[in-house]
Structures are given as C-alpha cells and as structure tokens.
C-alpha cells in the first residue's frame, strides 16, 4: 500500500544543521517532494528529488534520496527562526488509472531554538 | 498576487448543516484539488477536477461533493457536516496531473472547518 511516515517533531538550534527524515513505501515514485506550511498558511513546495538522483542541493536545502531503502531526507544547513515550520514529504503515487496523486507523510513539526 | 484563494478562512456551521467551501484560482491551471487536513494529520486528498473531469478518491464519503462551473473556481460541498468532518481544507491546483512529468502542486491557504 501506500504510506509514508516521518518523525513528528525537531528542535534545533539557530545555525545548526536540521535534518528531516522521511520513508515512503511505493517504489514507482517518480518524484519526491519536501512540502513547507507555516502556520496559518498553505503548503509551498520547497524542493523535490527525481526518482534517478541520489541527492539535489539548492542553496541551504541538500535533498538525498537512498531508493533501496526508500528513504528521503531533507538537510537545511544553518537553520533560522523562520525555518519553523511544519515539513511535509510526499510521494507521487500512482493511481489505478495510471494517473498519479501526491500521499503526504503526516509532517514534521520543525522548532527552532535562538 | 495571490493565486488560490480560499474563502472564507475559517467557516463554523452547525452539525448536519450543509456548508460549501470555495476556491478560485488566477493561474488557469487544468486541475484543482481538495485536501482534507486535521490536526497532525497527512493532507489527505478528496477528489480533483482535470478540466471538467471530475475524480473522486475510492474512500472518500459521499456526505462530500464538489462542483467545478468554470476554470477559475472550484466548491467543496459537505452535504451534513458530522463532528468528524471538522478539518483544515486546502484547495490546490496543477497545471496537469500527465503522471510522470513533473507537476507542481499549488496551494491556497485553507478552509478551517469547525463544526458545532
């Protein structure tokens, strides 16, 4: 079946490094995306992996991708206070008809200490 | 510059009181979407409209529908509203839902539903 799951909380230091972890389960996933909402707001895309990639890296985000395991993560070198925020993965899934739906992990709630 | 808008942001009906949500859109895309969202919970998603083709996910309850007149809008009804359908619902829109193409999932700021 189709699932993703991701660790429900993070706290870090102001200019540390964070990372967020993310296991999916459907293995035809094309893509691999790491979804932003603050509070209040909707979600934005912050990043996304092609399946073939191992890592991606744009600016202070470095994605890696281990397909063998089916495991995501997301690095956010030097962290702010406006990095808090709740971080959602999700993988393209697809669909019976052959057509493709994104399934989110129930979100990582990032917590930024000064 | 907003390009999904949701209206209104917070919305309280009564339970068993029919409510519909809104969504528009400035960015002409062919899909839109309706995600249902509760507290620390995955975005868990409806149905979504590919032009006028409407598609409704396998468990999703009938108690919702949705209406899509042109483009640029999209109405989530909830037919009798339960205490379980109090949620977060979020609107968003692609430009095509071809698969394995790459395609950016835009979305509104929400609809949070209370029901009473």
């Known amino acids: 079946g189709e699932d993703v799951e991701q660790s429900l909380f993070l706290s870090v230091r102001e200019g540390d490094s964070s990372v967020i972890n993310c296991t999916y389960t459907d293995s035809s996933s094309t893509y691999l995306y790491w979804y932003k909402q603050e509070p209040g707001a909707g979600l934005q895309l912050l990043t996304y992996i092609f399946s073939n990639m191992d890592m991606k890296q744009d600016q202070r985000l470095t994605v890696l991708l281990n397909k063998k395991d089916k495991h995501l993560s997301l690095r956010i070198a030097d962290t702010q206070t406006g990095d808090s925020a709740i971080y959602f993965c999700a993988e393209s899934a697809r669909r019976m008809d052959s057509s493709y739906k994104l399934i989110f992990g129930s979100g990582t709630r990032l917590l930024v200490r000064p | 510059d907003a390009m999904v808008i949701q209206n209104p942001r917070y919305q309280v009906t009564q339970f068993g009181k029919p409510v519909t949500l809104s969504c528009s859109q400035t960015?002409?895309?062919?899909?839109m979407y309706w995600y249902q969202q509760k507290s620390s919970q995955a975005p868990k998603l409806l149905f979504h409209?590919?032009?006028?083709?409407?598609?409704n996910e396998a468990d999703t309850p009938d108690n919702f529908q949705s209406r899509r007149p042109n483009t640029s809008f999209c109405f989530l009804d909830i037919r009798s509203p339960g205490l379980g359908d109090a949620a977060m619902y979020l609107c968003?829109?692609?430009?095509?839902?071809?698969?394995?193409?790459?395609?950016?999932?835009?979305f509104g700021p929400g609809t949070r539903l209370t029901v009473t």
């Open positions: 968003a829109t692609s430009r095509d839902d071809t698969g394995s193409l790459f395609d950016e999932q835009y």
């Open positions: 409209y590919y032009d006028k083709d409407f598609n």
């Open positions: 960015l002409n895309h062919n899909v």
